[in-house]
């Protein structure tokens, strides 16, 4: 709320555990001195309520909140990790353009998040910016210089662009680095072999 943003709660305006009534509500803003939460609950958009007895109707559901923004808007209390996990969640889901725009932020946010420089690379080259995609993956080889994943999309990326050479290089690095992506940077490495003949 402190950060501008209309949070929606679960309270139980019911009879306890014994006759629940579970409803969402939406908390639309606060006033400290006459101790009050406004909401937007039901048909009513407007209704203010004591801060005690909100507490009391929202306690049933274990304090439960959620804030629901914009891609490009993170919550002023996002963390790294989870932050990251949700974007690449909405690049998952296929909102390539969103997810490019909350990469962006995450990478505004925290520079060296290897989640951030990958994701803004793989939705940049999904969206077909190829010079956007190079310097994401480039950043992240430079950052995280054990990143194989990194090394083998910088090289398909390179290879898309003719930089032939500059993509063998970064295939090679992605096959030195092994692990999990051991496969993909294999197949990598042999696809841009067979362009340079």
Do not use: C
Not at 115 to 124: D, H, P, Q, R, S
């Amino acid at each position: 709320m402190a950060a501008g943003n209309a949070v929606i709660v679960l309270q139980n305006l019911g009879l306890w555990a014994f006759h629940p009534y579970w409803h969402y509500a939406v908390v639309i803003g606060y006033d400290l001195e006459k101790s009050e939460i406004l909401l937007h609950s039901g048909a009513r958009a407007r209704r203010a309520m004591a801060m005690g007895l909100f507490e009391f109707l929202w306690i049933d559901g274990k304090r439960w909140a959620m804030v629901a923004l914009a891609p490009g808007r993170p919550p002023a209390s996002a963390r790294e990790a989870s932050y990251a996990a949700a974007v690449a969640a909405l690049e998952q889901a296929g909102r390539i353009a969103e997810a490019h725009r909350a990469y962006a932020l995450l990478r505004e946010r925290w520079p060296a998040n290897l989640v951030g420089l990958i994701g803004l690379g793989n939705t940049a080259y999904a969206l077909g910016r190829m010079a956007e995609a190079e310097a994401a993956f480039r950043q992240a080889t430079a950052l995280h210089p054990l990143a194989a994943a990194a090394f083998n999309n910088l090289a398909q990326t390179l290879a898309d662009q003719g930089k032939l050479d500059a993509a063998l290089d970064a295939a090679r690095k992605a096959v030195s680095l092994g692990g999990a992506s051991l496969p993909a940077a294999r197949a990598t490495l042999e696809h841009i072999l067979n362009q340079r003949r």
